[in-house]
Each structure stands twice: as C-alpha cells, then as structure tokens.
C-alpha cells in the first residue's frame, strides 16, 4: 500500500510570489490535513479536509488555503511569499482506523528568499 | 485547548540500552488520545504508539513503550534496547477522542520534540 506522496519535494520561491503543494493520501484514506514545521514555532496545524470540506483549520492568515478533490488527493497555496514562510510542509491522510492515527508524507520543503 | 510539554532538547543513550522520553500533557477535554511520533532526517513523520485516555493498561509496541500516568498528565515514551537507527526527532502529540475509547479526531497537537542520538 502506497504512503501519503508529496510534491514537489524541494522548492524555492522569492518573495512575493506564490506556490502550490500537492498530497495524495493513502489509498482509500478520506481525511487530510496539512501541518508547517519551522524551527522557531515547531508544528503548527493548518487545515484539514474530509471528503472536500474543510472540517478545521488553524490560525494562519488568509494566505493559506487549500482544497480537497473528489479523489481525496489535496493541495495548498501560499499566496505572496514572506521570508517567514520558509518550512517543511507536512500533510497527513487518516483513514479512521482503531486510533485515528495520522499518517505523513515526506513534506514540501520550501525555501523563499 | 490543548497543550504538550517536552522538557529535554536533546537526550543521549548508548547502543541497547533503554530511554526514556518525557511528555507531559494538559488538555480540557474528557477525552484524548497521546501520539509518538518519530521524525528522522528525511522529514516524514513515523507513527509509533498511541495512548487512548480510557485504555486501562499502557500501550507497547515492539521495543516501544508509553508509560501513562492520567494523574499526572505524563505519557512518557521508552524505548528498549536502543539501537542506531533509533537517531532522530521524536514528538509527543495529542488529539480529542470521541467518547470512551473511540477514534481521535482533529488537529494534533504537538510537543517541541526531543533529539535522540544512540551512540554505538
């Protein structure tokens, strides 16, 4: 069974622009969520989609977005770089399971200078 | 609102011997559930043990082990018999839970993690 697959891997951006990053879950898994991991601030819980809603989501600004397709597949976007948005990108899939256990990809690091 | 202590940066511990990492935890629902998670460097985030706050006996794992303490808000992680590829990041995380003994829902909330280094 594949795991949550992540893209792009790497990436560097300049201020002011934008970028998307991509999630697929794993296979059957309804429930993504998105998680940015800095070295100053640690995780930090961005936003989570069942079945294309977004069922929660954390306290980042209007720059943040994301979706949820039909396929359960995912993305995020950051619109207008800031330096401060340089991080590792985590998204997990939940398929409910016995404990509701979060399962991760690899991330998105994004560099913006 | 949820909220999860790690007090030790970074911890040491020679090849086969046992570790253990602390958490401590404070939260306000009835209901919960305690994660570990292992972070090597490649950046993905391994699933390790999970501790349901109704779960009568602690949770075991293979050469993992969560020593839960409702009381005093602990859910320590020990791991036995250390061995090299046991290098890397390690985060104590907490979601609610639906009644007792359900499936956790919601954001996870983490700890600041710990930085294990298994010395041969």
């Known amino acids: 069974k594949a795991g949550v697959t992540q893209t792009p891997r790497y990436l560097i951006k300049t201020r002011g622009q934008q970028v998307t990053l991509s999630c697929s879950p794993i296979?059957?898994?309804?429930?993504v969520s998105w998680y940015q991991q800095t070295p100053g601030q640690g995780l930090q819980f961005l936003f989570e989609?069942?079945?294309?809603?977004?069922?929660n989501k954390g306290n980042f600004p209007g720059r943040f977005s994301g979706r949820q397709f039909s396929n359960s597949r995912s993305e995020m976007n950051v619109s207008t770089l800031e330096l401060g948005d340089s991080a590792l990108y985590l998204c997990?899939?939940?398929?409910?399971?016995?404990?509701?256990?979060?399962?991760f990809g690899e991330g998105s690091r994004l560099t913006v200078l | 609102a949820q909220k999860i202590t790690q007090t030790q940066p970074g911890m040491f511990v020679q090849e086969k011997e046992a570790v253990t990492l602390d958490c401590t935890y404070d939260?306000?629902?009835?209901?919960?559930?305690l994660f570990w998670y292992k972070q090597p460097s490649s950046g993905e985030m391994i699933f390790l043990i999970y501790?349901?706050?109704?779960?009568?006996q602690n949770a075991t794992e293979g050469r993992y082990s969560l020593n839960f303490q409702k009381a005093r808000k602990s859910a320590n992680l020990v791991i036995s018999a250390s061995q090299l590829g046991d290098s890397a990041m390690y985060f104590c995380?907490?979601?609610?839970?639906?009644?007792?003994?359900?499936?956790?829902?919601?954001?996870?909330?983490f700890g600041q993690g710990t930085i294990l280094t298994v010395h041969p």
């Open positions: 995380a907490m979601r609610g839970v639906n009644g007792a003994g359900g499936t956790s829902y919601g954001k996870l909330t």
């Open positions: 501790q349901g706050s109704y779960d009568q």
């Open positions: 939260t306000s629902d009835p209901s919960y559930g």
């Open positions: 296979s059957g898994h309804r429930s």
């Open positions: 997990a899939s939940s398929g409910g399971g016995s404990t509701g256990e979060l399962f």
């Open positions: 989609y069942f079945s294309e809603t977004q069922r």
